[in-house]
């Protein structure tokens, strides 16, 4: 019933987002206000932002290091600069990119951004937290903003993060990925386990028919020297009214 539902959901609800990020657009969360241009991804029409903003809440950020990678117009990263984390905001798009650092100083809050491929221009830079909402479709992307969305029809974006990731590990790093029911769970696990890291599942929840989980990464050796995995939660979140 539940998969049912779902169906008949995204029926109307894609054609409407598609139009909506088809055009400039604003988006609201709580007191920050944001400006996204036509080629960003919109965190006000899927849920996967807000999800991962939930968890964030629940974090101490006060003058931790914070990497959002892949920031889109940069709401993660406001939230996290409002409650005082040293953020660094970085995305392949350089629109992007110059979108988070607008919305930034229109916000007043200290933000730094840069165009990023992945890791490319954060050499040799570790981090407390890094939070990613990734690109997870299967098809190759063939402009900037596809790579919002499209991970190569090889999930080559996970080859790569993969790879690159533990670099900007310090032995505390908490690292957050949120992942829905549509992407290929499985291929992206196998890919981690093959670079020696293993996802955790940290919280599930289904919003509007549709399953979304938010997972920790970490390297095999930490879970396997210690003996001690994260939590697994799956107490429901809150669900958030501050979506425009």
């Known amino acids: 019933m539940r998969k049912l539902l779902r169906k008949f959901f995204f029926l109307f609800y894609k054609p409407y987002a598609i139009f909506l990020i088809s055009k400039d657009n604003t988006c609201r969360y709580k007191n920050l206000s944001l400006h996204i241009p036509k080629g960003v991804f919109h965190p006000g029409l ?4 807000h999800f991962l903003i939930r968890e964030m809440e629940t974090l101490e950020l006060n003058g931790k290091k914070f990497l959002e990678l892949g920031c889109g117009s940069g709401l993660i990263s406001l939230v996290a600069a409002s409650k005082n984390a040293n ?6 798009n350089p629109l992007a990119v110059k979108t988070a650092s607008t919305n930034a100083v ?3 809050l200290k933000v730094r951004t840069l ?4 890791f490319q221009n954060l050499q040799n830079e570790t981090f407390d937290y890094i939070i990613i909402n990734p690109p997870y479709f299967k098809r190759d992307p ?20 993969f790879q690159e990731l533990t670099n900007h590990f310090t032995p ?3 690292c957050l990925m949120v992942l829905s029911e549509d992407c290929d769970i499985e291929g992206i696990m196998n890919i981690a386990a093959a670079g020696n890291l293993k996802l955790n599942l940290r919280r599930k929840e289904t919003i509007w028919f549709e399953e979304n989980f938010i997972y920790e990464i970490r390297t095999k050796s930490i879970v396997e020297n210690t003996g001690v995995e994260p939590v697994t939660f799956y107490m429901p979140c809150r669900r958030s009214s501050q979506m425009s």
């Not at 063939?142 to 993060?161: N, P």
């Open 142 to 161: 063939k402009t900037d903003s596809d790579k919002a969305w499209f991970a190569g029809e090889e999930l080559d974006y996970f080859q790569k993060l």
């Open 172 to 174: 505390t790093t908490l």
């Open 106 to 108: 229109a916000n007043n």
């Open 115 to 118: 165009v990023s491929d992945l």
């Open 87 to 92: 953020v660094t905001s970085s995305d392949i």
């Open 46 to 49: 899927f849920f996967s932002t």
